[in-house]
């Protein structure tokens, strides 16, 4: 714009005035100056830009306004109406100022920019003024002019500082339109803004300033969105300077420029469309926290509520997803606390977040995992629609993290999602659905080891699952349908954890009795006893007991406290005076009050876990009304998403374990009246628990209820003589339980039944021996002797010692029950009828015990099949074997019989574990396991576990392992709580269980030839199963008390076969390889040992001083063998070119990064071969084990087929067909012939977890002991001896991974659990040693001499009525025939 050369004033420069104005000099007072200026505004004000005659006439005037006096003058009144004169010139004079120079236009402007603070006080009699000079400088746009200005930057950086400092929440919208007018147009027409100008409008954004004056923020917000255009480049050359260019002198907002981005975004993102490029490369910056400010900056552009910059820039989007791998952990943190804001305000980002999520669910540090679940969790928490499946699958895997914090979190997470959806349906029945899994995994975890976690269990389930605050009627409606609705593990985990509340309770019970008995030592030491039972119960152990000593001292001294404690365990105690007393003794605890009191926090514990908050007598009332409601039908089952049947059956199984925890509860006629109706129904699994519930709860029937008891009476007869064999069962304990006249009643059902036993109809004798078994067992003085007479005539004469029906020769192994014949059902009860007959007795004075156990040896001798006429089938043979096992392991429970059970029964009993039979051996080893672990079988039964080294199905193995340690800690356990255990230590230690196992695997059927180096390889794998886990510690010396007895036992004689040079040598070889196992396993052994082992003389007999053994009879080149799996290397040449022939020996490798996220598995390999053998060997074992069919005698193995098949979902291990004739182990060999390799196809396909392994179970890997060895090529000619007839290897196909029972979530008592123990891992892979356990076991025949085979069916056990029972010897012979060993090429 070119300034116009100055008009001169008319009238020769004289000033001219308005009319009535005088002269305005510096000669008059302010107060004449401002009068008079205000004529002069008001003609200005009138004046229009056409008054050409009046705009020459007073150009004069306007020069005169602009010198120094008014412009300086320091009167604010004149220098404002004088700014309103300036502001009109411009507005009349337009486009041409009337002002040439440049200086003066400048101070001018100045001038008018300071008079605009006036703006601020909108209360000021002059604001109408201020708001006039604004209204006039925007619409006229007057600083349009200082663009020609070379310094016009100074004069709009002014304006726009006055201007944002100005304004104020009481401007009205048409000041703020007018300051946006004035900006805009110089930031519009401008030939561009200067970084000056742009820090004056970005300064009103940065957060600091954003505070101070939100007005001015929304000034400069508005200001940006209306020239964004105009703008966006110099923003975006501002950003590229201090970002790209890293000039951060540029700018005094450089160190701003992160949160200046995030506000310019949310403003307009085109505002950034040229910066968004820079930040994806400030992404990649080797700084690393420059990349966590850029992380933060997108996490919060990304998850903006209504940002699309996901969308819009794609290649920036995944950038930023890569950064959730970032190797500096503040930023992977970073970036999981973003996905929660994005979860929930981008749903369709979900898809792209999952993934990344996943891998950082797994992530080393615990403080991303933990964000990972609080990212979920909280978006599932708005919306459930927010969160998929598989987020809530990562969720559900934490909660078995190695870390508490992390579990604790997912724990709570899920917990909160499952009362918010599930029990408050606050988003429908469909999103409940959805997340329906989170009560049973929840309650899965009270499984896991950690006291911490079965606490956390107890607390959501007191609160979230079955809220204890809810009123009774509500409360127990939550309970019925959730206990109907959860699946079978769940369900065991809850009863279990009401089991150890009521244990606890019962502790604390017993810790107050003694509380009121005089003091005393042996009291004090019973306290003690009681105090870290207690503790062992509560987090912390180490602390808990000095706090439960504490509190047993306040208990001492409280007499007050104690009445409130034993009012709260009192059975009669309700829910709201359980609260009421733990209130109470809170209170009392937290005197002095402590900002932090652990020892009340302890005791809180405690009494969460005692205080009955679901259970007293109104809530089984309601219980019971809810099951009344299922059976008429007007219960809210559907709506529940349960059948009636279901419910029904469920809330009598509920009522069934409260009755165990909480019997007074159940005492009303109106309780006992419905469970009548109960066992009048149909369902057999109802009646059953409506008999045993008044079994554990009607002690008070016969006095107080006496109608009830008439009316129960006749059904409990009905069922012992004509119900399901539980029901008949239930039946006569119940009747033993609750009635004075138990004899009576009991002979009211024993005689009919005992006359009507008719073996022809076997279907119908399996209740009717039920009920005599148990009878007989209740009652031994009353029915001994009748029952005698029953034993010997009926049952083992017409029943056990004939086979009346041909069994099906499908041959499998193992059927489903509704398969079974009844008379093998028939059979099995009158195997278990005899050992409650001979339990009730509990003694051996007619010597039946001797012939009962002679009768179950011969049974397993032969398979099951007594009468070896071969009409019974080989399922059925395998039911019997089982039967025949474990009724010898029940009558080792009772010590008289225990005593009579020779080494040999002992031995026979203990090969069940091998059975070729897989659910034989499971169900074997689980019942072996829990009579173990309640200390109820002696210790010689645990070294049966070594056995199971052998099992070629490494879940078995795996099984086994964990009932030793389960064992072992239980022993251990109990000899630290008990003082007086100290006197049993030969039958407590764990360690005194080597004799029995070095005994046991002596005689093991399979260990015929001493030095032949795969059946020593079979030996010392089972020993290492079990000095593995005796030797995990060397507390009090034990390696070398372990070493001490092997040796003592070399200096002693088999008490089995003392006379039998070859049986001493065996003993001694076994002795040998457990002293090689025990050295190589530790450095300690040879210390002195603590004390000097005693041996059992059952097995051992002790020799003269004189005798010495101190043959060495292992080679050294067998102990090399042993050691590393191969001889001693030959001469190179040797090997040349020999193709290694031994089938499945491969070499696999694993590797796993190292991380913290590992498992928390403990690699058990052998000591023998821990310097060569990986530790991944396992993997190798696994890919052997993959391909053996157990089941199947002569497979067909082809590697590439088993490579390609794919896994079945839905085979079970009981689903095996085998026709090929296969011996059991431990029995005396009959003459077979060898079927030829592949000669049964149908067996190739054999399912592996249910078939025989061995010939007593299968070997599942002749050599993975050699696994990632660098083997020489001469150890083929050692291959080529082991090119092993392939009838002889049963290998497992993939097919057999997914028959066995899928992986649980829940386990049993006993049962193997596979833990989420690491970080980053999901299972804990046990296995004992890396070593495959070896087949070859040699063929053999069995025969008596000079005896045919007759169909005479001869009692093997001497039972020949009741006159002559117990006439045979004692001692079970079984004459052999020498070995036929199968040569081998």
Same mark, same amino acid.
């Given at each position: 714009?070119?300034?116009?050369?100055?008009?001169?004033?008319?009238?020769?420069?004289?000033?001219?005035?308005?009319?009535?104005?005088?002269?305005?000099?510096?000669?008059?007072?302010?107060?004449?100056?401002?009068?008079?200026?205000?004529?002069?505004?008001?003609?200005?004000?009138?004046?229009?830009?056409?008054?050409?005659?009046?705009?020459?006439?007073?150009?004069?005037?306007?020069?005169?306004?602009?010198?120094?006096?008014?412009?300086?003058?320091?009167?604010?009144?004149?220098?404002?109406?004088?700014?309103?004169?300036?502001?009109?010139?411009?507005?009349?004079?337009?486009?041409?100022?009337?002002?040439?120079?440049?200086?003066?236009?400048?101070?001018?402007?100045?001038?008018?920019?300071?008079?605009?603070?006036?703006?601020?006080?909108?209360?000021?009699?002059?604001?109408?003024?201020?708001?006039?000079?604004?209204?006039?400088?925007?619409?006229?746009?007057?600083?349009?002019?200082?663009?020609?200005?070379?310094?016009?930057?100074?004069?709009?950086?002014?304006?726009?500082?006055?201007?944002?400092?100005?304004?104020?929440?009481?401007?009205?919208?048409?000041?703020?339109?007018?300051?946006?007018?004035?900006?805009?147009?110089?930031?519009?027409?401008?030939?561009?803004?200067?970084?000056?100008?742009?820090?004056?409008?970005?300064?009103?954004?940065?957060?600091?300033?954003?505070?101070?004056?939100?007005?001015?923020?929304?000034?400069?917000?508005?200001?940006?969105?209306?020239?964004?255009?105009?703008?966006?480049?110099?923003?975006?050359?501002?950003?590229?300077?201090?970002?790209?260019?890293?000039?951060?002198?540029?700018?005094?907002?450089?160190?701003?420029?992160?949160?200046?981005?995030? $506000?310019?975004?949310?403003?307009?993102?085109?505002?950034?469309?040229?910066?968004?490029?820079?930040?994806?490369?400030?992404?990649?910056?080797?700084?690393?926290?420059?990349?966590?400010?850029?992380?933060?900056?997108?996490?919060?552009?990304?998850?903006?509520?209504?940002?699309?910059?996901?969308?819009?820039?794609?290649?920036?989007?995944?950038?930023?997803?890569?950064?959730?791998?970032?190797?500096?952990?503040?930023?992977?943190? $970073?970036? @999981?606390?973003?996905?929660?804001?994005?979860?929930?305000?981008?749903?369709?980002?979900?898809?792209?977040?999952?993934?990344?999520?996943?891998?950082?669910?797994?992530?080393?540090?615990?403080?991303?995992?933990?964000?990972?679940?609080?990212?979920?969790?909280?978006?599932?928490?708005?919306?459930?629609?927010?969160?998929?499946?598989?987020?809530?699958?990562?969720?559900?895997?934490?909660?078995?993290?190695?870390?508490?914090?992390?579990?604790?979190?997912?724990?709570?997470?899920?917990?909160?999602?499952?009362?918010?959806?599930?029990?408050?349906?606050?988003?429908?029945?469909?999103?409940?659905?959805?997340?329906?899994?989170?009560?049973?995994?929840?309650?899965?975890?009270?499984?896991?080891?950690?006291?911490?976690?079965?606490?956390?269990?107890?607390?959501?389930?007191?609160?979230?699952?079955?809220?204890?605050?809810?009123?009774?009627?509500?409360?127990?409606?939550?309970?019925?349908?959730?206990?109907?609705?959860?699946?079978?593990?769940?369900?065991?985990?809850?009863?279990?954890?009401?089991?150890?509340?009521?244990?606890?309770?019962?502790?604390?019970?017993?810790?107050?009795?003694?509380?009121?008995?005089?003091?005393?030592?042996?009291?004090?030491?019973?306290?003690?006893?009681?105090?870290?039972?207690?503790?062992?119960?509560?987090?912390?152990?180490?602390?808990?007991?000095?706090?439960?000593?504490?509190?047993?001292?306040?208990?001492?001294?409280?007499?007050?406290?104690?009445?409130?404690?034993?009012?709260?365990?009192?059975?009669?105690?309700?829910?709201?005076?359980?609260?009421?007393?733990?209130?109470?003794?809170?209170?009392?605890?937290?005197?002095?009050?402590?900002?932090?009191?652990?020892?009340?926090?302890?005791?809180?514990?405690?009494?969460?876990?005692?205080?009955? @908050?679901?259970?007293?007598?109104?809530?089984?009332?309601?219980?019971?009304?809810?099951?009344?409601?299922?059976?008429?039908?007007?219960?809210?089952?559907?709506?529940?998403?349960?059948?009636?049947?279901?419910?029904?059956?469920?809330?009598?199984?509920?009522?069934?374990?409260?009755?165990?925890?909480?019997?007074?509860?159940?005492?009303?006629?109106?309780?006992?009246?419905?469970?009548?109706?109960?066992?009048?129904?149909?369902?057999?699994?109802?009646?059953?628990?409506?008999?045993?519930?008044?079994?554990?709860?009607?002690?008070?029937?016969?006095?107080?209820?006496?109608?009830?008891?008439?009316?129960?009476?006749?059904?409990?007869?009905?069922?012992?003589?004509?119900?399901?064999?539980?029901?008949?069962?239930?039946?006569?304990?119940?009747?033993?339980?609750?009635?004075?006249?138990?004899?009576?009643?009991?002979?009211?059902?024993?005689?009919?039944?005992?006359?009507?036993?008719?073996?022809?109809?076997?279907?119908?004798?399996?209740?009717?021996?039920?009920?005599?078994?148990?009878?007989?067992?209740?009652?031994?003085?009353?029915?001994?002797?009748?029952?005698?007479?029953?034993?010997?005539?009926?049952?083992?004469?017409?029943?056990?010692?004939?086979?009346?029906?041909?069994?099906?020769?499908?041959?499998?192994?193992?059927?489903?029950?509704?398969?079974?014949?009844?008379?093998?059902?028939?059979?099995?009860?009158?195997?278990?009828?005899?050992?409650?007959?001979?339990?009730?007795?509990?003694?051996?004075?007619?010597?039946?015990?001797?012939?009962?156990?002679?009768?179950?040896?011969?049974?397993?001798?032969?398979?099951?099949?007594?009468?070896?006429?071969?009409?019974?089938?080989?399922?059925?043979?395998?039911?019997?074997?089982?039967?025949?096992?474990?009724?010898?392991?029940?009558?080792?429970?009772?010590?008289?019989?225990?005593?009579?059970?020779?080494?040999?029964?002992?031995?026979?009993?203990?090969?069940?574990?091998?059975?070729?039979?897989?659910?034989?051996?499971?169900?074997?080893?689980?019942?072996?396991?829990?009579?173990?672990?309640?200390?109820?079988?002696?210790?010689?039964?645990?070294?049966?576990?070594?056995?199971?080294?052998?099992?070629?199905?490494?879940?078995?193995?795996?099984?086994?392992?964990?009932?030793?340690?389960?064992?072992?800690?239980?022993?251990?356990?109990?000899?630290?709580?008990?003082?007086?255990?100290?006197?049993?230590?030969?039958?407590?230690?764990?360690?005194?269980?080597?004799?029995?196992?070095?005994?046991?695997?002596?005689?093991?059927?399979?260990?015929?030839?001493?030095?032949?180096?795969?059946?020593?390889?079979?030996?010392?794998?089972?020993?290492?199963?079990?000095?593995?886990?005796?030797?995990?510690?060397?507390?009090?010396?034990?390696?070398?008390?372990?070493?001490?007895?092997?040796?003592?036992?070399?200096?002693?004689?088999?008490?089995?076969?003392?006379?039998?040079?070859?049986?001493?040598?065996?003993?001694?070889?076994?002795?040998?390889?457990?002293?090689?196992?025990?050295?190589?396993?530790?450095?300690?052994?040879?210390?002195?040992?603590?004390?000097?082992?005693?041996?059992?003389?059952?097995?051992?007999?002790?020799?003269?001083?004189?005798?010495?053994?101190?043959?060495?009879?292992?080679?050294?080149?067998?102990?090399?063998?042993?050691?590393?799996?191969?001889?001693?290397?030959?001469?190179?040449?040797?090997?040349?070119?020999?193709?290694?022939?031994?089938?499945?020996?491969?070499?696999?490798?694993?590797?796993?990064?190292?991380?913290?996220?590992?498992?928390?598995?403990?690699?058990?390999?052998?000591?023998?071969?821990?310097?060569?053998?990986?530790?991944?060997?396992?993997?190798?074992?696994?890919?052997?084990?993959?391909?053996?069919? $157990?089941?199947?005698?002569?497979?067909?193995?082809?590697?590439?087929?088993?490579?390609?098949?794919?896994?079945?979902?839905?085979?079970?291990?009981?689903?095996?067909?085998?026709?090929?004739?296969?011996?059991?182990?431990?029995?005396?060999?009959?003459?077979?012939?060898?079927?030829?390799?592949?000669?049964?196809?149908?067996?190739?396909?054999?399912?592996?977890?249910?078939?025989?392994?061995?010939?007593?179970?299968?070997?599942?890997?002749?050599?993975?002991?050699?696994?990632?060895?660098?083997?020489?090529?001469?150890?083929?000619?050692?291959?080529?001896?082991?090119?092993?007839?392939?009838?002889?290897?049963?290998?497992?196909?993939?097919?057999?991974?997914?028959?066995?029972?899928?992986?649980?979530?829940?386990?049993?008592?006993?049962?193997?659990?596979?833990?989420?123990?690491?970080?980053?891992?999901?299972?804990?892979?046990?296995?004992?040693?890396?070593?495959?356990?070896?087949?070859?076991?040699?063929?053999?025949?069995?025969?008596?001499?000079?005896?045919?085979?007759?169909?005479?069916?001869?009692?093997?056990?001497?039972?020949?009525?009741?006159?002559?029972?117990?006439?045979?010897?004692?001692?079970?012979?079984?004459?052999?025939?020498?070995?036929?060993?199968?040569?081998?090429?």
């Amino acid at each position: 714009m070119e300034f116009p050369q100055q008009q001169k004033p008319a009238g020769d420069g004289k000033i001219t005035y308005p009319p009535g104005v005088k002269e305005i000099t510096d000669k008059i007072t302010n107060d004449e100056v401002v009068k008079r200026l205000k004529m002069v505004v008001k003609t200005y004000m009138d004046m229009d830009q056409d008054s050409e005659e009046e705009k020459q006439q007073y150009l004069a005037l306007a020069l005169h306004l602009a010198s120094e006096f008014f412009l300086r003058n320091p009167n604010k009144d004149v220098r404002l109406l004088v700014a309103c004169c300036l502001a009109d010139i411009f507005r009349i004079y337009a486009p041409e100022a009337p002002y040439t120079s440049h200086d003066k236009l400048k101070d001018i402007f100045l001038f008018i920019t300071r008079q605009l603070k006036g703006l601020e006080d909108t209360k000021s009699p002059q604001f109408n003024r201020y708001f006039y000079l604004l209204e006039n400088l925007a619409w006229v746009k007057s600083y349009n002019i200082c663009f020609e200005l070379e310094d016009c930057n100074e004069i709009f950086i002014q304006l726009f500082k006055t201007l944002f400092s100005v304004i104020n929440n009481s401007h009205n919208q048409k000041v703020q339109m007018h300051m946006m007018d004035l900006m805009s147009s110089i930031i519009m027409e401008g030939d561009g803004v200067t970084q000056e100008l742009l820090d004056t409008i970005l300064i009103n954004l940065i957060p600091a300033h954003k505070n101070l004056n939100k007005q001015a923020y929304d000034l400069a917000k508005t200001l940006l969105k209306r020239t964004v255009q105009t703008i966006e480049t110099c923003i975006a050359n501002f950003f590229n300077q201090v970002l790209v260019m890293g000039k951060s002198s540029v700018s005094d907002l450089s160190e701003h420029v992160f949160d200046l981005i995030q $506000e310019l975004f949310a403003i307009d993102p085109m505002l950034l469309t040229s910066v968004m490029p820079q930040l994806e490369f400030k992404l990649k910056s080797n700084d690393g926290e420059e990349r966590l400010a850029v992380v933060r900056l997108l996490a919060k552009l990304f998850g903006a509520k209504d940002s699309e910059l996901a969308s819009q820039n794609r290649p920036l989007w995944q950038c930023f997803l890569g950064r959730f791998n970032d190797i500096h952990v503040p930023v992977r943190l $970073e970036c @999981v606390k973003f996905a929660s804001h994005c979860l929930m305000n981008h749903p369709d980002l979900a898809r792209d977040l999952t993934e990344y999520l996943k891998v950082r669910s797994h992530d080393p540090e615990e403080a991303i995992r933990h964000d990972v679940i609080v990212t979920i969790i909280n978006a599932g928490k708005k919306d459930l629609n927010l969160v998929n499946d598989q987020l809530l699958g990562f969720v559900r895997e934490r909660t078995l993290d190695k870390r508490w914090r992390v579990r604790k979190e997912a724990m709570m997470g899920l917990a909160q999602l499952y009362k918010k959806y599930c029990l408050h349906h606050e988003a429908g029945k469909e999103s409940a659905a959805k997340i329906s899994w989170i009560k049973d995994k929840l309650l899965h975890i009270y499984y896991q080891n950690s006291i911490d976690d079965k606490l956390l269990v107890e607390k959501i389930f007191a609160q979230y699952m079955v809220p204890h605050s809810l009123d009774t009627e509500e409360k127990m409606k939550c309970l019925y349908y959730l206990y109907a609705c959860l699946d079978t593990n769940a369900v065991k985990a809850l009863n279990e954890m009401w089991k150890c509340q009521n244990m606890l309770r019962s502790l604390v019970k017993e810790l107050l009795d003694l509380h009121k008995l005089p003091v005393s030592e042996a009291n004090n030491s019973a306290m003690f006893g009681k105090l870290m039972c207690i503790a062992k119960n509560l987090p912390d152990a180490g602390k808990a007991q000095d706090f439960m000593k504490k509190f047993n001292q306040v208990l001492g001294e409280d007499e007050k406290l104690r009445v409130q404690l034993e009012m709260l365990i009192s059975p009669t105690c309700s829910c709201k005076q359980a609260e009421i007393c733990v209130r109470e003794i809170t209170r009392k605890l937290t005197f002095p009050k402590q900002p932090t009191n652990p020892f009340l926090e302890m005791v809180k514990f405690l009494l969460e876990r005692i205080a009955p @908050v679901h259970i007293d007598s109104e809530a089984i009332s309601a219980l019971v009304k809810l099951l009344n409601k299922s059976i008429e039908g007007t219960a809210d089952d559907d709506e529940e998403g349960v059948t009636p049947d279901t419910a029904i059956r469920a809330g009598l199984e509920l009522l069934k374990v409260l009755s165990f925890t909480h019997p007074t509860a159940f005492h009303s006629a109106e309780t006992y009246e419905s469970l009548l109706q109960c066992l009048k129904m149909e369902d057999e699994k109802v009646a059953e628990a409506a008999i045993q519930i008044f079994r554990n709860t009607g002690q008070k029937i016969e006095t107080e209820l006496q109608q009830i008891r008439s009316t129960l009476i006749p059904i409990l007869h009905q069922k012992a003589k004509r119900g399901t064999p539980h029901q008949a069962k239930q039946a006569v304990h119940c009747i033993h339980a609750i009635f004075n006249n138990k004899e009576v009643q009991l002979a009211q059902i024993f005689e009919p039944l005992s006359r009507s036993l008719n073996a022809d109809v076997p279907e119908q004798l399996i209740t009717p021996l039920v009920s005599l078994g148990h009878i007989s067992m209740l009652a031994p003085d009353q029915f001994a002797s009748p029952m005698k007479s029953i034993v010997a005539n009926f049952i083992v004469k017409d029943l056990l010692m004939n086979d009346r029906s041909v069994g099906n020769k499908n041959g499998k192994l193992w059927s489903a029950d509704e398969e079974v014949s009844p008379e093998v059902l028939a059979k099995v009860q009158a195997i278990k009828l005899l050992v409650r007959w001979l339990l009730g007795m509990k003694n051996n004075q007619s010597k039946s015990a001797n012939s009962t156990l002679r009768l179950l040896s011969a049974m397993l001798v032969s398979e099951g099949d007594l009468t070896e006429q071969k009409k019974i089938s080989k399922s059925d043979m395998s039911r019997l074997r089982l039967a025949a096992g474990g009724a010898i392991m029940k009558l080792a429970q009772e010590p008289c019989y225990h005593d009579i059970i020779t080494p040999e029964q002992y031995q026979l009993c203990g090969l069940v574990i091998n059975d070729e039979c897989y659910q034989v051996r499971q169900i074997f080893a689980q019942k072996l396991h829990l009579a173990l672990v309640k200390l109820m079988l002696p210790l010689e039964y645990l070294a049966v576990f070594a056995l199971c080294a052998k099992d070629p199905v490494k879940e078995r193995r795996a099984h086994a392992r964990q009932c030793l340690l389960k064992n072992i800690s239980v022993r251990r356990e109990y000899i630290k709580q008990n003082p007086l255990a100290q006197e049993k230590l030969v039958s407590l230690l764990p360690e005194y269980v080597v004799p029995y196992m070095i005994h046991l695997l002596a005689h093991d059927p399979d260990f015929t030839k001493p030095q032949e180096y795969e059946q020593l390889k079979d030996i010392k794998e089972c020993l290492w199963f079990m000095l593995e886990v005796l030797m995990t510690k060397n507390e009090n010396n034990s390696h070398a008390f372990l070493r001490k007895m092997v040796e003592n036992i070399k200096q002693t004689k088999d008490a089995q076969c003392p006379d039998d040079a070859k049986g001493n040598e065996k003993l001694y070889i076994v002795c040998d390889v457990a002293l090689f196992v025990i050295a190589n396993k530790s450095t300690a052994c040879h210390l002195d040992s603590p004390k000097d082992p005693v041996l059992p003389s059952k097995f051992f007999i002790v020799q003269d001083k004189d005798f010495k053994n101190d043959k060495e009879y292992l080679s050294t080149d067998m102990r090399q063998m042993l050691l590393t799996g191969k001889p001693k290397t030959a001469p190179v040449l040797s090997a040349v070119n020999k193709p290694l022939t031994v089938p499945g020996k491969r070499i696999f490798t694993k590797t796993t990064p190292a991380s913290d996220t590992a498992s928390n598995t403990s690699t058990n390999s052998s000591p023998l071969s821990s310097t060569t053998i990986n530790k991944n060997s396992n993997v190798a074992t696994e890919s052997s084990e993959s391909q053996a069919q $157990e089941n199947n005698e002569n497979p067909v193995i082809k590697n590439d087929e088993c490579k390609k098949t794919e896994p079945s979902q839905n085979m079970t291990p009981d689903a095996e067909t085998d026709a090929s004739p296969v011996k059991r182990r431990g029995r005396p060999p009959k003459s077979a012939p060898v079927a030829p390799a592949g000669a049964d196809k149908e067996g190739a396909a054999a399912p592996a977890g249910a078939g025989r392994g061995r010939k007593r179970a299968a070997d599942s890997n002749p050599s993975t002991e050699s696994i990632n060895i660098k083997m020489s090529k001469q150890q083929n000619d050692e291959g080529t001896k082991r090119q092993i007839d392939l009838q002889r290897w049963p290998f497992k196909s993939k097919k057999m991974e997914k028959e066995r029972p899928e992986e649980e979530t829940g386990r049993a008592v006993g049962s193997l659990a596979l833990l989420l123990g690491s970080e980053g891992e999901t299972e804990i892979e046990l296995e004992s040693s890396p070593e495959g356990v070896t087949c070859g076991r040699e063929e053999s025949e069995r025969s008596s001499q000079g005896d045919t085979k007759s169909t005479s069916r001869e009692d093997p056990s001497g039972w020949q009525g009741e006159t002559n029972c117990g006439e045979r010897t004692d001692r079970l012979v079984v004459k052999r025939k020498p070995v036929r060993v199968k040569s081998r090429p």
